[in-house]
């Protein structure tokens, strides 16, 4: 019986290698066909000047698979950075998206009465974001889909480890940069009076979604960002203009961003109108869930679905 059933292992392992070997053959030969056809488009076609072959050329799209191995390969390089330097890239982060805040606050107070005050003002919104994706500084919801891949790619326990400490540190690193930026503007006087009492008011909106609709909110606004992060390396130029249109968006939908809320429910708090177990617990988590969802969730599983029997 024992003999019986070590033949038995021994066929379903070798099942097993047989059918990884197909699925390995398989995939090879659809590369070798996408290669062939790589090839065959970049042939210069005869009726064309050199000139025009040129702007044939520089207009042509990045394939699903070209920006999906870019983002995949940033995020290997995410995983295996010190943890220093996300901490201290995490923070600047915090304080640089924080910008929003400020930004947002100035032009309400300046459009105060006018018709089109909250589309105007929602621009401020996107300030941070320029700031801080540009700048190269790590954001936790970036992270919803840039460590996501290399995971998604090739599960290993020791990445899923690594993801989660990235996680950690950049989350508590962004909060932490947040909070200071409230405290600077709370208790140093870096800004007016007036615009201190305009940030307050654009926080108060902020905190009047909580709980489950903070949840549901976070999920667009985690999808747009990892949508977002998906578009730049085929941006060519328009980087700017990308970051700007779909931030803008989460911020004229009033859908909930968990970094850049967490400085006006931080703001809140200092001022007395907001206990930090509330703040946590109806705002800041319900809208973390929701942005892992939305990035995670939603827009990482689809974006590695639709190329994963290419690579």
Same mark, same amino acid.
């Given at each position: ?15 097993e290698?047989e059918l990884a070997?197909?699925?390995l053959?398989?995939?090879k030969?659809?590369?070798?066909r ?7 488009a ?7 000047t050199?000139?025009e072959r040129e ?5 042509r799209?990045?394939? %699903?698979?070209?920006?999906y ?5 940033e ?5 295996s950075r010190p ?10 982060a915090g304080l640089g998206?924080?910008?929003s805040?400020l ?10 009465g006018s018709?089109?005050?909250h ?10 974001f ?21 995971i998604?790619?090739?599960?290993r ?16 690193a962004?909060?932490?940069g947040?909070?200071?930026?409230a405290?600077? %503007?709370?208790y ?8 201190t009492?305009?940030?307050l ?11 489950v609709?903070a949840?549901?909110l ?7 960002i990892a949508?977002?992060i ?11 203009f990308?970051i700007?249109?779909?931030?803008y968006?989460i911020?004229?939908?009033d ?13 809140l ?11 946590i ?14 990035g995670?969730?939603l827009f ?10 290419e690579?």
């Open positions: 019986m024992a003999v019986d059933g070590d033949d038995k292992n021994r066929a379903d392992e070798q099942a290698r070997a197909a699925e053959a398989e995939r030969e659809r590369r070798q996408r290669e062939e056809a790589e090839r065959e970049e042939q210069p076609d005869a009726a064309l050199h000139s702007q044939v050329f520089a207009h799209s990045s394939s %699903a698979v070209a920006i191995s870019v983002i995949r390969h995020g290997e390089e995410e995983l943890a220093t330097s996300l901490w201290w890239s995490g923070v600047a998206i924080s910008t805040v930004a947002e606050a100035m032009l309400h107070d300046q459009l105060r018709p089109y005050q589309l105007i003002e929602n621009f401020g919104y996107t300030v941070e320029c700031l801080v994706i540009l700048s190269r500084l790590k954001l936790f919801t970036e992270n919803t889909i840039t460590v996501v891949l290399p998604l790619a090739r599960p326990r020791w990445k899923f480890l690594q993801a989660a400490k990235l996680w950690g540190i950049v989350f508590t962004n909060m932490a947040t909070f200071l930026a405290v600077l %503007a709370i140093t006087g870096t800004t007016t009076p007036a615009l009492e305009s940030m008011e654009i926080s108060r909106h902020f905190a009047e979604s909580s709980g609709t949840l549901l976070g999920i667009p606004a985690g999808f747009i949508a977002l998906w578009m730049l390396p085929s941006a060519k130029g328009t980087e700017l990308v700007i249109l779909f931030t968006l911020a004229a939908c859908f909930t961003h968990v970094i850049a809320g967490s400085n006006g429910v931080f703001l708090v200092l001022n007395g109108e907001m206990n930090i177990t509330t703040a617990a109806d705002l800041i988590v319900p809208t973390l869930i929701g942005n892992i969802i939305g995670t969730g990482a599983m689809l974006a590695y679905g639709q190329v994963h029997e690579t």
